[in-house]
């Protein structure tokens, strides 16, 4: 008869549960007395704790007895291969006797073989039928069993009346999974009414019986405090429990209350400890992290070689990021003699294949630069565009990059270019947010030089002058502007600034105002770490506003803010300083009609 690997284990586990600890006394019987039977029993007990059981073989198979344990041993020993070769028609044969003789644990043991044959229903009838006796013999693990097919409804009709009884009987044995069981019925309000309560003092009994999930649920809710106050000390204790115990789920919350020390103290050490655990059982996500704290020297001194073999485990069992890691180790060398190209793209590409964007975003690298594969812009492209519309900033970037100066086939498009770095800028990423401003910038120098020189202007035309013919200032605030002539004619109270930009260092800042017409304005410290600034009859448009304000959020230099409002037709600037104003050594002063700088030095 063929089985499965679970039904192996549940027979092995539950039915070595049985021998040792559900075995009822036998009645008196009329051809054998109770102590030839205990023989078998004594036998077989002693073969658990030697691993040798040649007394038990002699002293059980085909030793018939009227009370049917002979029976079941025999039957235990075929079905698990002790002292003989596995045999399940044997142990079927075992298991049918020792039922026959009403003995409870064979009755289980003869429906656990029976119920494995969900599509056979006579078999499976049969099943239901033997295990609902032993249950009615008050066998804890057969009201169990039957108690949770009733609540599944798995192979009868579901009812869970019949289910809560059946494990109420369980539990009221102490079997610590029944109390589990009828523990989340009650806290889930599943078959009866809520009572967490009385769900929460069977899940302690069950913990204290040492059943791993209720320690594991135990720690949960003193963790999260699930209609209790949150003890972290207890959500330690029963973790650590139900991990002692082998439960990955609550080795891995142990782990993190130690690594993150946002519940208990941080420990490293016991963080590894426990992640490996975890690790070593196949999680991997553990497997990865261990690799991360190797790699980072967390809990252990740095280890790249070890860092190497964790990720390199979890990467073979398909976890993506690790497999994107490992891809990065081998381009740089970490754990290994050398940079392997080659083996960092296979990598990648494995991630790549499975949508991972980090990994897209290095092949696309990769492919520009012709690192581990051939040169193919394309690709390159390709793979940073699937990076890219996934959110991944480094991707945006470098797409934006590639559409800015052309790449390959690609032909430049600062539109595209803008498209992209504001997408990446607009997620917090740095180098598209300079990269942005620097675009921005060569666009408008672009427009400025492209720009016509005008002699006379119609009335309520802006021009805007090249740079070039800008003249030059002196430190007398004195100016001579020869465009002024032809700039003469734009009226008053128009749109007036070309442009605000500022420089920034660590002991001074520039701010620079380059206008369309000739610049009169006033300059007043205050009484904040200010100044401010009145332009006569000046505006500026939002997008020049806009920009500096987003350049000043990533200067690093004396210059906090710059506030402008509109006074009737002169614009106000407050520009506040990050130093204090007594720090100030000179404000320097260069203007000539339409161009004003302003250095504030300390």
Known sequence: MKRSLISLFFIFSCNVFAAETQLNEPATSTTQKPA????????????????????????????????????????????????????????????SRSAEHNYADGQYSLSLMLLDNKDNETLYKQGLSWLEKAANQ???????????????????????????????????????????????????????????????????QAAENNDSNAQN????????????????????????????????????????????????????????????KSAEQGDLISMATVGYMYANGQGANQNYSAAYSWYE???????????????????????????????????????????????????????ASGKGVEQDAFKAISFYEKAAVQGYTPAQNN?????????????????????????????????????LTSLKDQIAAQKTVESKKVSTLPKGQVAIVSSKDKVKTNNTNKAVNNNASQLSQVNSGETAIVDLRIG?????????????????????????????????????????????????????GSILSIKAEQEHDNLKLVIKLKKNISNLKKIQYKDNNNLLVLDFMF
């Open 36 to 95: 030839e039977v205990d023989v078998c029993l004594s036998a077989y007990l002693d073969g658990l704790k030697s691993s040798d059981f040649t007394q038990a073989v002699q002293r059980c198979i085909n030793v018939p007895d009227s009370q049917g344990k002979n029976e079941y041993l025999a039957g235990l020993m075929y079905s698990n291969g002790q002292g003989v070769e596995r045999n399940f028609n044997a142990a079927l044969e075992y298991f």
């Open 138 to 204: 008050n066998h804890m693990l057969a009201q169990y069993y039957l108690g949770a097919l009733y609540f599944e409804g798995d192979g009868v009709e579901r009812d869970y009346n019949k289910a809560k009884a059946l494990l109420e009987k369980s539990a009221q044995q102490n079997y610590a999974p029944a109390q589990y069981h009828l523990a989340l019925m009650y806290v889930n309000g599943v078959g009866v009414t809520t009572d967490f309560n009385k769900g929460l003092a069977l899940l302690k």
């Open 217 to 276: 649920t135990l720690g949960f809710i003193y963790a999260e405090g699930k209609q209790v106050e949150p003890d972290y000390e207890l959500a330690r204790k029963w973790y650590e429990k139900a991990a002692e115990q082998g439960l990955t789920y609550a080795q891995n919350q142990l782990a993190n209350m130690y690594y993150k020390g946002d519940k208990i103290e941080k420990n490293y050490q016991q963080a590894l400890k426990w992640y490996t």
């Open 504 to 556: 920034d260092n660590k002991n001074s800042s520039r701010f620079v105002i380059e206008s369309l017409k000739p610049i009169t304005y006033t300059l007043t410290p205050d009484t904040d770490n200010s100044f401010t600034l009145i332009l006569d009859k000046m505006t500026a448009s939002q997008e020049v506003l806009t920009r500096l304000n987003n350049r000043i959020k990533r200067m690093s």
């Open 313 to 367: 485990k979890a990467a073979n069992n398909g976890y993506v990021p690790a497999q994107t890691v490992l891809g990065l180790m081998y381009q740089q060398g970490l754990g290994l003699d050398a940079p392997d190209y080659q083996k960092s793209s296979e990598w990648y590409q494995k991630a790549s294949d499975k949508g991972d964007a980090a990994a897209q975003n290095s092949l696309g690298v990769f492919y």
């Open 399 to 435: 797409l934006g990059l590639a559409y800015q100066t052309g790449f390959g086939s690609l032909k430049a498009d600062q539109d595209k270019a803008l498209y992209w770095f504001e997408k990446a800028a607009k997620q917090g990423y740095s180098k598209a947010q300079d990269n």
